[in-house]
């Protein structure tokens, strides 16, 4: 099955560019997400690409995908302290298959 | 649109006790998940329902946890008994068709057996 794999803390200055890195294993997985979790919450789809992307923006976020090495990364640009939180990768297969997540990378934005 | 409501917020039980779980997602959501968080690891799909029926069952442990969704509207989930490493949140989601495009994350429930 599939393999989510991601750094698991990074720690920038606010007004810093974030860059968090995220590997999956099967080539099949055709769309990729990022979620944001804060603490005591729920997951929060951030942005979402499909594997027929490279690159998609939304704001102050980035997503670029290489398939062939099958790698995800999100890009905050101006991290602000607010953006401290876990973020987490996920694949799936399909638009109607569920989702595998990796395990999240703690971002920790300091004044 | 009200998000998805999860009940309760907090439980801690003894081990080999039972816990149920409640679920009440987006009005029209055909679709509702339970996910399982363990601290330190990402969300682990449960079960998925489609409306009322059961789509993906795989990784739930049915020796010790069940799940229902009366209805096809809210859901719950029974862990019965429990262990030491049930502790998790456990996470509903819902959404208007399948695809992660519409998920949406209720706040979960924090369960601690001890």
């Known amino acids: 099955g599939e393999d989510v794999e991601q750094s698991l803390f990074l720690s920038v200055r606010e007004g810093d560019s974030s860059v968090i890195n995220c590997t999956y294993t099967d080539s099949s997985s055709t769309y990729l997400y990022w979620y944001k979790q804060e603490p005591g919450a729920g997951l929060q789809l951030l942005t979402y690409?499909?594997?027929?992307?490279d690159m998609k923006q939304d704001q102050r976020l980035t997503v670029l995908l290489n398939k062939k090495d099958k790698h995800l990364s999100l890009r905050i640009a101006d991290t602000q302290t607010g953006d401290s939180a876990i973020y987490f990768c996920a694949a799936a297969y399909s638009g109607y298959s569920t989702l595998t997540f990796g395990k999240g990378t703690m971002l920790l934005v300091s004044p | 649109e009200a998000g998805v409501a999860q009940s309760p917020r907090y439980k801690i039980i003894e081990k080999r006790q039972s816990v149920a779980f409640w679920c009440n997602p987006i009005s029209g959501h055909a679709t509702l998940y339970w996910y399982q968080q363990i601290l330190g690891q990402g969300p682990k799909l449960l079960i998925q329902?489609?409306?009322?029926?059961?789509?993906?069952d795989s990784q739930l442990p049915k020796d010790r946890f069940s799940a229902e969704r009366l209805k096809g509207v809210d859901s719950t989930l029974k862990i019965q008994p429990a262990k030491l490493e049930d502790s998790a949140v456990y996470l509903c989601?819902?959404?208007?068709?399948?695809?992660?495009?519409?998920?949406?994350f209720g706040s979960g429930t924090r369960l601690t057996v001890v």
């Open positions: 329902f489609q409306n009322n029926g059961v789509v993906d």
């Open positions: 690409i499909f594997s027929n992307m």
């Open positions: 989601a819902s959404s208007l068709y399948e695809g992660a495009q519409g998920y949406t």
